[in-house]
């Protein structure tokens, strides 16, 4: 494949001078502030982590208030952005960034996979973000723009296919402001002319989130942070659902550390 790297970065970098878009957490070197919004962006828009992001940050203002916060404080300010065990993660991730690196983010891909919920690509995006290390990761966005650009066609393509090309054509001397580009680029290919990472050999659409499990495990930890405490037969009459599925979801949020059991009263893990 014949790849005009100069084109290609030219087309990129002029789209993100005339529309890159001013998000909070690009406006820092602050390594926390990045940290939460890498958290937050996992599996959630732009849109909605910008309702959420000033708050928490304004509450939650660095690794040792966040180790230190309690889990219901947490949930409050997240409440909205689902997928709520990336709380748990945030906090433990605090947690072992105090105690084990001293309250500073460690420059080591495999050290911020320690970290719970950091995979490798959250590790490197973290590696980019906060130290301008010029690393290969891909997230949604980055991959539309590789589809467009390279694969034209309508065939599927694998990732082994594309990290190559992220390789060859990343800046190496602004690697944070060169994913900026490419994420915004991706954003605006997605509503021109539609989500072609579904051609990814990696897609999978999501489920629906009406009734779902997803669903009921957040209206669980909404009731409880307004009643504080409540009793199975509680959840079953303000939930409308069945048992077996309120049990599953108690003992789920139960064993991952969202909730303990004193009694026939549930609460909040402290």
Request: hydrophobic share 35%; charged share 25%.
């Amino acid at each position: 494949m014949i790849v005009d790297v100069a084109a290609f970065q030219r087309t990129v970098r002029t789209y993100y001078q005339q529309y890159g878009r001013d998000l909070s957490w690009r406006n820092t070197d602050d390594e926390y502030r990045i940290f939460v919004s890498e958290i937050m962006l996992q599996q959630t828009g732009v849109p909605r982590v910008l309702e959420k992001y000033t708050p928490f940050i304004s509450r939650i203002k660095s690794f040792g208030d966040l180790a230190s916060a309690t889990q219901d404080e947490i949930l409050s300010l997240w409440q909205g952005l689902g997928y709520n065990r990336r709380c748990i993660y945030l906090k433990e991730s605090a947690k072992k960034v105090c105690e084990e690196f001293s309250g500073r983010l460690p420059e080591s891909e495999r050290l911020l996979c320690s970290l719970p919920g950091v995979g490798t690509a959250t590790a490197r995006s973290l590696l980019a973000f906060c130290f301008n290390r010029p690393v290969v990761f891909m997230e949604t966005n980055i991959r539309q723009v590789f589809i467009h650009h390279f694969f034209p066609s309508g065939e599927t393509v694998h990732d082994r296919e594309l990290y190559p090309l992220v390789e060859r054509t990343l800046d190496h001397e602004n690697p944070r402001k060169w994913y900026y580009a490419l994420m915004d680029y991706g954003t605006m290919l997605k509503k021109s002319v539609g989500n072609i990472t579904i051609r990814s050999s990696g897609y999978r659409r999501a489920g629906p989130f009406e009734g779902s499990i997803r669903q009921l495990r957040g209206a669980v930890l909404k009731l409880l942070l307004s009643h504080r405490k409540l009793t199975e037969e509680a959840f079953l009459e303000l939930t409308g659902t069945a048992r077996k599925r309120i049990r599953d979801v108690l003992l789920q949020l139960e064993r991952e550390g969202f909730l303990q059991k004193r009694g026939p009263d549930y609460s909040l893990s402290e």
